[in-house]
């Protein structure tokens, strides 16, 4: 098997489109997967493949809604990690909370190192975004992240 046939693409509902557009480039078909919300608010996620020890990279910009777009990514990364994947990238082509990267005022959080956090502690290895408000946040704690 080579190389871009171990890999794995999956898309959440943010941007399906995107997700189709690269495997189309890449000549691999979409990963299976099931995303949707119960009628109480709360988001499901199901990997409809094995991806045990393969490269898997899951598209979802965390564009307007982004608070559901980012738990959406959150969880199918966290589906991912429980399924075995091998390594997890998170291609986030654009990066909600990314313009919240200094404690400027007092009391107040530092969201897009927040969100960075999340996305690690959730199990990805890796995330791919393009242009960052600031270099600050363009590395997390295990300098893991890809701009």
């Keep these: 098997m080579s190389t871009i046939e171990e890999l794995k693409v999956f898309t959440g509902n943010a941007h399906p489109q995107l ?11 979409l990963g299976e997967s099931e995303t949707f919300k119960f009628a109480n608010d709360n988001t499901f996620v199901r990997i409809g493949e094995n991806i045990r020890e393969r490269d898997v990279f899951i598209v979802q910009p965390t564009v307007a809604p982004t608070n559901d777009n980012l738990m959406e990514l959150l969880i199918m990364i966290d589906a991912c990690k429980r399924a075995s994947a091998g390594r997890i990238t998170a291609v986030v082509s654009y990066y909600g909370y990314g313009r919240t990267d200094k404690k400027d005022q007092p009391r107040v959080p530092i969201t897009a190192r927040l969100v960075a956090d999340l996305i690690t502690t959730a199990g990805a290895d890796r995330m791919l ?3 960052l408000h600031a270099g600050q946040i363009q590395a997390s704690s295990t300098s893991r992240w890809t701009s």
């Design 19 to 29: 997700a189709r557009d690269v495997c189309d480039y890449l000549g691999i078909p």
């Design 129 to 131: 975004t393009l242009d």
